[in-house]
T-cell receptor, first 112, second 115 residues
Framework: DVKVTQSSRYLVKRTGEKVFLECVQD?????MFWYRQDPGLGLRLIYF???????EKGDIPEGYSVSREKKERFSLILESASTNQTSMYLC???????????FGPGTRLTVL | KQEVTQIPAALSVPEGENLVLNCSFT??????LQWFRQDPGKGLTSLLL?????REQTSGRLNASLDKSSGRSTLYIAASQPGDSATYLC??????????????FGKGTKLSVKP
């Protein structure tokens, strides 16, 4: 079975802190994605990566950056956390573009 | 711009009932459509993936259909159980050059199955 893991289930940070969210998949998938989920807004794509060191902006990249140094690991970085980044963050991966996507358990981030 | 809509937003049924969840999309140029289940505070579990060339997919008590020309998909759940209570999300991947392969989601239908 595909397994996508995220480094933390719950995280509480202060405004202005640098925050790292880690995602690891164990199925040698090419594509990895970061989404955020908010009540009333649904899931929205922040960034995705289709190969090591490759990244593309999604619908809401402002305030975020990403890093993919190894194929199995995709990190989301909040350079200076703000309260409007309080959200549920979900990582996903797929073998190729358009293939079935598998999601991690999510990280509930609260920025105070 | 693709828009995915799920109606109703919430549904409550007695245990044992067969039910249908609806998903509609405005742009029929999709590559595939995926149904997910999400339990409160948890990640998404993939239920079924339908490629654009397919009409339906089945897994156990679940059957998903796709009518691309009319922009609709349905998820049929047979003999519902309290354990089926969750939010069900549908999402599409677009089928054109430059598509990022990312999913475009509906806002979900929250299902409650009463014992």
């Amino acid at each position: 079975d595909v397994k996508v893991t995220q480094s933390s289930r719950y995280l509480v940070k202060r405004t202005g802190e640098k925050v790292f969210l880690e995602c690891v998949q164990d199925m040698d998938h090419e594509n990895m994605f970061w989404y955020r989920q908010d009540p009333g807004l649904g899931l929205r794509l922040i960034y995705f990566s289709y190969d090591v060191k490759m990244k593309e902006k999604g619908d809401i990249p402002e305030g975020y950056s990403v890093s993919r140094e190894k194929k199995e690991r995709f990190s989301l970085i909040l350079e200076s956390a703000s309260t409007n980044q309080t959200s549920m963050y979900l990582c996903a991966s797929s073998f190729w573009e358009g293939d079935e996507q598998f999601f991690g358990p999510g990280t509930r981030l609260t920025v105070l | 711009k693709q828009e995915v809509t799920q109606i109703p937003a919430a549904l409550s049924v007695p245990e044992g009932e067969n039910l249908v969840l609806n998903c509609s999309f405005t742009d029929s140029a999709i590559y595939n459509l995926q149904w997910f289940r999400q339990d409160p505070g948890k990640g998404l579990t993939s239920l079924l993936l339908i490629q654009s060339s397919q009409r339906e997919q089945t897994s156990g008590r679940l059957n998903a259909s796709l009518d691309k020309s009319s922009g609709r998909s349905t998820l049929y759940i047979a003999a519902s159980q309290p354990g089926d209570s969750a939010t069900y999300l549908c999402a599409v991947v677009m089928n054109y050059g430059g598509s990022q392969g990312n999913l475009i989601f509906g806002k979900g239908t929250k299902l409650s199955v009463k014992p």
